[in-house]
């Protein structure tokens, strides 16, 4: 009978899932028997082919949480997760500050964390916003943890790179990319939002007299256009630029590269800030490691797994309830819905 049994650490390799958040499922299951086998250092946790086999079928069909999926990365990275999904349309702005620090907050009391909590994990996916939101965000985690760590499944762009630079380690999946620090500011006569580097660019180009010849501009209608600009956006732009130049050192110092050298650490602000003309350019794993940003690793294995399931599911909940934004922890108010997502698992 026994050679029909499954060590469980054995599954859950196999599975790409936590070994805790197996057996957790398991027992909560109450149908799957889990046998103990042998004592003391070498006891062992097992299961049977035949029955894992019906809890792997109702897996299969069965809806998650937003809080399992969580829990299973939190189980696997020993930490406490903090998340913030926006989709491309939502901005970074300072009330999400707030937000967090509530998410923070409730995620100490849920736990019965006294002081300050132990690690956490930032699991991150944003296309940037206001940089000053970032900044702020960092300091309110700081505040509430001794540890912050960046998880990037797939985007942290702009204002949010700003916000993995500040973490104390940094978390990246193959296809995760941050980007150069572009924060978004907002015309003050018609409302409309759009990144710095729109205006340097038109300022460079108006400057590139080859240029302007070869696409046939006449450079008095370029000088007509910056003449009309709002003089509160240009003022933004600058305030801006010196911003992002004084917060992103900082940043740094204190984050990914603390203890690093003052020239080090200038020459990753200048190729975050002035270096990538593009606010779409990519800034993979390889190239940060190229670049001297240090304490970066890949995602892999079970991490992996537990990082894409979790991006799944919040994006499933995001687009059943139309919602652009969350922030959130794996205790949170919303995160006990079911929403269906197959649990994902290996063929043989």
């Known amino acids: 009978m026994e050679d029909q049994l499954l060590d469980l650490q054995d599954v859950a390799r196999q599975l790409n899932i936590s070994y805790n958040h197996l057996v957790n499922n398991l027992i909560k299951s109450d149908k799957i028997p889990v046998i103990n086998v042998g004592s003391g250092n070498q006891r062992t946790l097992r299961v049977s082919k035949e029955d894992l086999k019906k809890y792997l079928d109702e897996q299969s069909s069965k809806q998650t949480t ?3 999926a969580a829990e299973n990365v939190q189980n696997l990275r020993d930490s406490l997760l903090l998340s913030y999904i926006a989709k491309e349309n939502a901005q970074l702005t300072p009330d999400d500050a707030l937000m967090v620090s509530d998410v923070l907050n409730d995620l100490k009391k849920k736990k019965g964390i006294e002081g300050k909590i132990p690690k956490l994990d930032l699991f991150i996916n944003s296309f940037g916003g206001a940089l000053e939101a970032a900044y702020k965000i960092v300091q309110i985690c700081r505040d509430y943890a001794n540890e912050i760590h960046a998880i990037v499944p797939v985007y942290a762009k702009s204002a949010a790179t700003a ?36 205006i340097e660019a038109l300022f460079r180009f108006r400057s590139d007299e080859e240029k302007l010849k070869k696409f046939g501009i006449d450079p008095k209608k370029v000088d007509e256009m910056i003449g009309k600009m709002d003089p509160f956006t240009l003022g933004a732009y600058l305030n801006t630029r010196l911003v992002s130049e004084e917060y ?18 200038q020459k990753i602000t200048d190729y975050f800030i002035n270096e990538l003309h593009s606010h779409a350019h990519p800034i993979t794993f390889t190239s940060l490691c190229e670049k001297g940003v240090k304490n970066c690793e890949l995602l892999e294995g079970q991490l992996e797994e537990g990082v894409k399931q979790l991006l799944r599911v919040y994006m499933a909940y995001m687009n059943t309830n139309s919602f652009n934004k969350i922030i959130g922890n794996a205790y949170w108010q919303f995160n006990n819905r079911a929403i269906q997502i197959t649990m994902q698992k290996k063929e043989n």
């Open 163 to 198: 916000i993995v630079l500040g973490c104390d380690s940094l978390t990246i999946s193959k296809v995760g990319e941050l980007g150069p620090i572009d924060p978004i500011i907002i015309d003050q006569n018609t409302g409309k939002r759009f990144p710095v580097k729109s």
């Open 66 to 68: 937003i809080q399992n």
């Open 248 to 265: 992103i050192p900082e940043l740094l110092k204190k984050g990914l590269n603390k203890n690093d050298t003052d020239e080090n650490v």
